[in-house]
């Protein structure tokens, strides 16, 4: 198989990388530019712990192919806080909400919740339930997540 | 919502650290993304691992021809059982304590006789994960498919299909003995009689199973794998014949374990595959390969007849259950004898007679899920009481009131509840929580309220000698260090510890660092299972952190010139008290400092410091480390903590004493269900517990609410279909679990008895939380229609045809 040769800016930083043309933006992400907060865990576009922002939207790495978005802007959940580790609000909110337990659905939660807010800066408790409803969460019942949120509704 | 702590201010001025909702120390690097979990770590050289999983749920396998995957470009080996030194060994759970009659038969590889579908038949490991995939696709398996048997009650009958190479398909049976059952129902002027089931249940954690492994420069096979029991590294080495000491299990951050992580997943065949090859070998599997390969949550049949005299009291409780262990034994017999000990709930009955069996067919093997055994009675046990309450005209509440357990009183296997049971304080706190009834919008909309106890063990059962270790240090500068075996699966378990720890050497919690999940460097603290990581490590962090203390204060009382007992520890500094009747967590009653607290118990409040300026008085905790380690005094301690223990009870009238303790809570839930399309939407979850101290309300808080929906999933939509051992809902787009618009508005309330097990009093609340959801959402949508749903989940085409509509 044949390999191509893609640009991707990945928080800020640019990439030259060759990959198969099967390759998956997930493992793109995780294996060769070694971002491994972006996670794994279904494969088939059902649970959303793969999330991350592609050129302003909020899209799914296992069902994103990465020659399709050869020369995107891409967010992951890496590229959030300040160079100097400043959180941003919303990650704030998660630790202050209790919106953290075992973090395996952290990242893609907290990118979807930006997009939320980035879209529409005072969402209502429905509103963030509804926009967070494809981002599965097993710990905690989504209460906390959707506080967090809540949070930095304005 | 934010949770509710009942009645407890005025006692929580006695702790510095614990109590406070803080957040959890390893919530930093989980909202960076920073967190490195099983599968977010690569070595040089690394290969990729791939199981070739059985097309058929009954087999005889014939011959496996693998020459044509040794030769496709970038395999690097394939095994199968003739690989494997040991491939049959015998599954002890991360036990130290031998004891017979629990033990079932681990196979690594399939040999023989195929059991289930998905069983592991072949490892590959290769260059990369596309041409290990690959690989699979070519191993040749030649199957002689078998008739199979996937209902257990058919499994029971002579001469149906042997599961296994033993002759009987039924594992084990238990009997619980009380009374005379005849006589009881004699008394009765009331008897209910139904037949309940529940499904199987997938843990869905979002972390699949995963792995890494490589062969370290001394040799030791090193296996970082998301578990919950790094004590599987004995199993491991068993199997390839290696001794104990050289294999070695590392548990980072687990993404999730509700007893899906407590059997051996990846941890093998990585060691296989690192031991053959010489390599770093890693290994996840998919979703689909997780829903169909690991063990699931036991479908139960149960058979319940309950009898009550007119005012509402239970006389007579008879129980047949019936589990479905799937296509081996691992945990079936263990989960088996929680349901039985828990079979009758948190009621009082003077005469019962409870039959319980585990069955193997050929469906997916079944093991620990959380609640372990819990859940399955209780949606049964539960709904009988609303039954009975109904007939009698009684409140569910009312009914319950009349027959709860309380403090000194004997269960159905006569052990006395001699530590706290507040379930009747639980059960009127959550109806006062649900407020005034909603009003249904519309006709064809239905209210209803349902409520449902339970009394969920936490800590293993004490016939297994259970024990847990932790080394707590103080350095030079005055930090703390904590070195600990518990595997972190997201319930806070290692951040409770380093709260135990900074609570009682008096220093910031993000004074104190945690090292978990090592079974080479951390002392071993036993699994990360049956809600016991709070209770048991959680009091040997406590025993060594006292021992540091005591250590740190001798040394202090001869820098200030005076007895250790006068002294106090709080923000890096020792000084001394003036009026204090009571060192710090030792729960010494002084009567002249006890408190009533909520009506209930008496409490230990330490009297208010009064430290005044004078240097005399005050040192620095720094000062006095240095001053130990000039002295070669030491500032470490490992404790060891021992759960008390029982030998094991008679099997034949289930009397005798299983458990260290018990929580107690309930759960209220209000539903509308629209009657025209059967569908239900809950409005609210009341969910009350126990917790007996709250170590961190942030972390119990999020038990509690996750623990709802937890249980709700399995009310309302959880189902691991199976037709004829194959898996109809392999992915999450068939297994559906709760998302956020099903998730309701889960309201807490905490009470804090102090009369738990754990440290501080506190109990075990990591599997209570999710067990009487399912029994109160039935009950809530038994009030709406009135109609009973017998089977979980609670599907609209299951009320629709108990309206009679289809």
């Given at each position: 198989?044949?390999?191509?040769?893609?640009?991707?800016?990945?928080?800020?930083?640019?990439?030259?990388?060759?990959?198969?043309?099967?390759?998956l933006l997930l493992?793109?992400?995780?294996?060769?530019?070694?971002?491994?907060g972006t996670k794994y865990a279904c494969g088939t576009g059902q649970c959303g712990a793969c999330t991350v922002e592609v050129?302003g939207e909020p899209v799914l790495g296992c069902m994103t192919?990465?020659?399709?978005?050869?020369?995107?802007?891409?967010k992951t959940i890496?590229?959030l806080?300040?160079?100097?580790?400043?959180?941003d609000?919303l990650q704030?909110a998660f630790l202050d909400t209790n919106a953290v337990q075992c973090g395996f659905c952290t990242s893609g939660m907290i990118l979807i919740g930006k997009d939320l807010l980035n879209k529409n800066p005072s969402p209502s408790e429905s509103e963030i339930r509804n926009h967070i409803k494809g981002n599965l969460c097993r710990c905690t019942g989504y209460n906390g997540i959707t506080r967090a949120i809540l949070k930095c509704s304005? | 919502m934010i949770a509710?702590?009942?009645?407890?201010?005025?006692?929580?001025?006695?702790?510095?650290?614990?109590?406070?909702?803080?957040?959890r120390?390893?919530a930093?690097?989980k909202v960076?993304g920073?967190t490195?979990y099983?599968n977010?770590?690569?070595?040089?050289?690394?290969?990729?691992?791939?199981?070739?999983?059985?097309?058929?749920?009954?087999?005889?396998?014939?011959?496996?021809?693998?020459?044509?995957?040794?030769?496709?470009?970038?395999?690097?080996?394939?095994?199968?059982?003739?690989?494997?030194?040991?491939?049959?060994?015998?599954?002890?759970?991360?036990?130290?304590?031998?004891?017979?009659?629990?033990?079932?038969?681990?196979?690594?590889?399939?040999?023989?006789?195929?059991?289930?579908?998905?069983?592991?038949?072949?490892?590959?490991?290769?260059?990369?994960?596309?041409?290990?995939?690959?690989?699979?696709?070519?191993?040749?398996?030649?199957?002689?498919?078998?008739?199979?048997?996937?209902?257990?009650?058919?499994?029971?009958?002579?001469?149906?299909?042997?599961?296994?190479?033993?002759?009987?398909?039924?594992?084990?049976?238990?009997?619980?003995?009380?009374?005379?059952?005849?006589?009881?129902?004699?008394?009765?002027?009331?008897?209910?009689?139904?037949?309940?089931?529940v499904p199987m249940v997938d843990h869905a954690y979002l972390e699949p199973e995963s792995?890494?492994?490589?062969?370290?420069?001394?040799?030791?096979?090193?296996?970082?794998?998301a578990?919950?029991?790094?004590?599987?590294?004995?199993?491991?080495?068993?199997?390839?014949?290696?001794?104990?000491?050289?294999?070695?299990?590392?548990?980072?951050m687990v993404g999730g374990g509700f007893g899906g992580k407590?059997?051996?997943?990846?941890?093998?065949?990585?060691?296989?595959?690192?031991?053959?090859?010489?390599?770093?070998?890693?290994?996840t599997y998919t979703r689909e390969e997780s829903i169909i390969?690991h063990?699931k949550r036991?479908p139960?049949?149960?058979?319940?007849?309950?009898?009550?005299?007119?005012?509402?009291?239970?006389?007579?409780?008879?129980?047949?259950?019936?589990?479905?262990?799937?296509?081996?034994?691992?945990?079936?017999?263990?989960?088996?004898?929680?349901?039985?000990?828990?079979?009758?709930?948190?009621?009082?009955?003077?005469?019962?007679?409870?039959?319980?069996?585990?069955?193997?067919?050929?469906?997916t093997?079944?093991?620990?899920n959380r609640g372990?055994?819990?859940p399955?009675?209780?949606f049964?046990?539960?709904?009988?009481?609303?039954?009975?309450?109904?007939?009698?005209?009684?409140?569910?509440?009312?009914?319950?009131?009349?027959?709860?357990?309380?403090?000194?009183?004997?269960?159905?296997?006569?052990?006395?509840?001699?530590?706290?049971?507040?379930?009747?304080?639980?059960?009127?706190?959550?109806?006062?929580?649900l407020?005034?009834?909603s009003?249904?919008k519309?006709?064809p909309e239905k209210i209803g309220r349902g409520?449902a106890?339970?009394?969920?063990?936490?800590?293993?059962?004490?016939?297994?000698?259970?024990?847990?270790?932790?080394?707590?240090?103080?350095?030079?500068?005055?930090?703390?260090?904590?070195?600990?075996?518990?595997?972190?699966i997201g319930g806070g378990?290692?951040?409770?510890?380093?709260?135990?720890?900074?609570?009682?050497?008096?220093?910031?919690?993000?004074?104190?660092?945690?090292?978990?999940?090592?079974?080479?460097?951390?002392?071993?603290?036993?699994?990360?299972?049956?809600?016991?990581?709070?209770?048991?490590?959680?009091?040997?962090?406590?025993?060594?952190?006292?021992?540091?203390?005591?250590?740190?204060?001798?040394?202090?009382?001869?820098?200030?010139?005076?007895?250790?007992?006068?002294?106090?520890?709080?923000?890096?500094?020792?000084?001394?008290?003036?009026?204090?009747?009571?060192?710090?967590?030792?729960?010494?009653?002084?009567?002249?400092?006890?408190?009533?607290?909520?009506?209930?118990?008496?409490?230990?409040?330490?009297?208010?410091?009064?430290?005044?300026?004078?240097?005399?008085?005050?040192?620095?905790?720094?000062?006095?480390?240095?001053?130990?380690?000039?002295?070669?005094?030491?500032?470490?301690?490992?404790?060891?903590?021992?759960?008390?223990?029982?030998?094991?009870?008679?099997?034949?009238?289930?009397?005798?004493?299983?458990?260290?303790?018990?929580?107690?809570?309930?759960q209220a839930i209000e539903v509308s269900v629209d009657e025209e399309t059967g569908k239900v939407t809950v409005l609210k979850i009341v969910s009350?517990?126990?917790?007996?101290?709250?170590?961190?309300?942030l972390s119990a808080e999020g038990q509690l609410e996750g623990g709802a929906l937890y249980g709700l999933g399995y009310g309302m939509m959880e189902n691991v279909i199976m037709?004829?051992?194959?898996t109809l809902s392999p992915t999450l787009a068939e297994y559906l679990i709760p998302t956020a618009v099903d998730a309701p508005d889960v309201e807490t309330?905490?009470?804090?008895?102090?009369?738990?097990?754990?440290?501080?009093?506190?109990?075990?609340i990591g599997e209570p939380s999710c067990v009487p959801t399912a029994p109160a959402l039935a009950n809530a949508v038994?009030?709406a229609?009135?109609?009973?749903i017998?089977e979980l989940p609670i599907t609209p085409e299951k009320i629709l045809?108990?309206?009679?509509?289809?």
């Open positions: 198989m044949k390999k191509y040769t893609i640009h991707l800016t990945v928080n800020g930083e640019k990439h030259t990388l060759e990959v198969y043309p099967n390759a493992n793109v992400i995780r294996e060769d530019i070694g971002l491994t050129n192919l990465a020659v399709a978005v050869d020369g995107a802007e891409i890496e590229g806080a300040q160079p100097d580790g400043t959180l609000p704030e304005k | 509710k702590r009942a009645d407890t201010e005025s006692v929580k001025a006695e702790y510095r650290v614990i109590g406070k909702p803080l957040p120390h390893d930093w690097g960076y920073e490195k099983s977010d770590y690569k070595l040089p050289n690394m290969l990729y691992g791939k199981v070739l999983r059985s097309r058929y749920a009954a087999a005889r396998l014939l011959s496996i021809d693998t020459r044509d995957a040794e030769k496709l470009p970038g395999v690097v080996s394939v095994m199968t059982a003739k690989d494997v030194q040991n491939n049959e060994t015998v599954t002890r759970f991360g036990q130290t304590h031998a004891v017979g009659g629990f033990e079932g038969l681990y196979r690594v590889l399939a040999d023989k006789k195929i059991r289930f579908k998905g069983e592991a038949v072949a490892l590959v490991a290769a260059e990369r994960r596309d041409i290990a995939e690959k690989a699979i696709d070519l191993i040749k398996v030649e199957y002689e498919p078998l008739e199979g048997v996937f209902d257990p009650v058919a499994a029971m009958q002579p001469g149906a299909y042997q599961v296994g190479e033993d002759k009987s398909n039924v594992i084990c049976s238990y009997k619980v003995r009380k009374g005379n059952i005849e006589e009881g129902f004699a008394h009765a002027d009331v008897i209910v009689e139904n037949t309940y089931r792995g890494m492994a490589w062969l370290d420069d001394d040799g030791v096979i090193t296996i970082r794998a578990t919950q029991v790094i004590e599987h590294f004995r199993g491991v080495a068993d199997v390839l014949g290696l001794p104990h000491n050289k294999v070695r299990v590392i548990a980072p407590e059997d051996i997943t990846v941890e093998t065949y990585l060691a296989l595959l690192v031991w053959k090859t010489g390599r770093p070998v890693s290994l390969a063990g036991h139960y049949i149960m058979r319940y007849k309950t009898g009550a005299t007119k005012d509402g009291k239970l006389v007579a409780m008879e129980a047949e259950l019936i589990s479905d262990a799937g296509g081996y034994v691992y945990l079936s017999p263990w989960v088996l004898l929680y349901s039985t000990v828990q079979a009758t709930g948190p009621y009082d009955i003077a005469h019962v007679r409870v039959d319980t069996h585990t069955v193997l067919t050929n469906n093997f079944c093991s620990a372990f055994g819990g399955q009675p209780c049964a046990y539960e709904s009988q009481l609303d039954e009975l309450a109904k007939q009698l005209n009684l409140s569910p509440l009312e009914i319950r009131k009349r027959n709860y357990l309380h403090t000194g009183d004997a269960m159905a296997t006569g052990r006395v509840l001699e530590h706290r049971v507040e379930t009747e304080q639980t059960a009127e706190k959550v109806l006062e929580a407020g005034p009834p009003k249904p519309s006709p409520v106890s339970s009394m969920t063990s936490y800590g293993r059962m004490m016939f297994l000698h259970d024990t847990s270790r932790s080394f707590v240090s103080l350095d030079l500068d005055g930090s703390v260090t904590v070195r600990c075996g518990v595997q972190d378990q290692a951040s409770s510890l380093a709260q135990i720890a900074a609570e009682i050497l008096g220093v910031p919690l993000s004074d104190v660092n945690v090292y978990i999940g090592d079974s080479a460097l951390t002392p071993l603290a036993g699994t990360t299972t049956a809600t016991r990581q709070l209770y048991m490590s959680g009091n040997a962090t406590l025993k060594a952190a006292r021992v540091v203390r005591d250590n740190l204060l001798k040394k202090a009382a001869e820098i200030l010139n005076t007895s250790p007992e006068n002294l106090d520890l709080k923000d890096r500094e020792i000084f001394i008290q003036n009026h204090r009747k009571d060192t710090l967590g030792l729960k010494k009653t002084d009567p002249e400092c006890n408190v009533n607290y909520g009506g209930t118990r008496k409490a230990v409040v330490a009297v208010e410091t009064c430290v005044d300026d004078d240097s005399d008085r005050v040192v620095a905790l720094e000062d006095v480390v240095k001053a130990c380690a000039a002295e070669g005094m030491p500032l470490f301690n490992v404790a060891q903590f021992n759960a008390p223990t029982r030998e094991l009870i008679d099997f034949k009238t289930g009397q005798g004493k299983v458990f260290a303790d018990f929580t107690f809570g309930t009350c517990y126990d917790v007996g101290q709250a170590i961190n309300p037709e004829k051992g194959i309330i905490m009470i804090e008895s102090g009369g738990g097990v754990g440290p501080f009093g506190a109990k075990g038994s009030d229609l009135g109609v009973r017998y045809k108990a309206l009679g509509k289809i």
